[in-house]
């Protein structure tokens, strides 16, 4: 993720539909991606299948909240969960089943709390309302802070500068595939079932300035 700091989420309303979207966003050269949890065995299989089709992609569980929902993660083979909350109940669960928890916070108290459970990697959710220089703030009283990835309402736009101000990565979610208009159709409305939505056009550039600064720090 330091090579790509930028995930995709997504909630897709079947398999058809998140391979499409998986199928774009591999195309542009996106690599970590994140799919909404069900607590389900067709879930799991799905992921299952998902992860064959796309074994370039990181693919990871979101919007984990229950323990049911980390064993359906952990049935279907994914690599990572992240979740909007912080809950040492869930953290313990993932550990005992060998997963990566990534848990949400917001508040300084929340942040200390995952520090003091050894999370080396947080969700700071939702990021929006608190403005790109938030994470940087903490960093006096609560640093050296984990590994942050920005999440809630964010853009491809708003990648850059919120890694700018301080945040390691930043999660893009329902923008990014924002239904085509049509007769009976407002812009941004839902993709149908089978429709994987048109693919933001800006994140094909944005993949190419992340590799651009990649390439930079290691030369």
Not at 58 to 83: H, I
Not at 139 to 154: D, E, Q, R, T, V
């Amino acid at each position: 993720m330091h090579a790509q700091p930028v995930l995709a989420v997504l909630r897709p309303r079947s398999f058809d539909q998140a391979h499409r979207q998986l199928e774009l966003l591999q195309t542009v050269g996106l690599v970590h991606v994140e799919l909404a949890v069900e607590a389900s065995r067709a879930w799991s299989q799905g992921c299952l299948s998902l992860a064959a089709a796309f074994p370039a992609l990181r693919l990871g569980a979101a919007s984990v909240k229950a323990p049911a929902q980390l064993e359906a993660v952990a049935a279907g083979g994914l690599a990572y969960a992240v979740s909007p909350i912080f809950d040492p109940g869930l953290l313990q669960r993932a550990r005992q089943l060998g997963l990566t928890l990534v848990p949400g916070v917001q508040s300084p108290t929340e942040l200390h709390q995952a520090q003091n459970w050894g999370c080396g990697i947080v969700k700071l959710f939702p990021a929006r309302p608190l403005g790109p220089t938030y994470w940087a703030s903490l960093a006096g009283p609560l640093g050296p802070l984990p590994f942050c990835i920005a999440a809630g309402g964010l853009a491809c736009a708003d990648v850059l500068p919120w890694l700018e101000q301080g945040v390691d990565a930043v999660a893009l979610g329902g923008r990014l595939f924002p239904a085509a208009p049509g007769p009976g159709k407002e812009p941004g409305a839902s993709s149908l079932e089978g429709d994987p939505g048109h693919l933001d056009p800006q994140l094909a550039g944005l993949v190419r300035q992340l590799a651009g600064r990649t390439h930079q720090r290691l030369h």
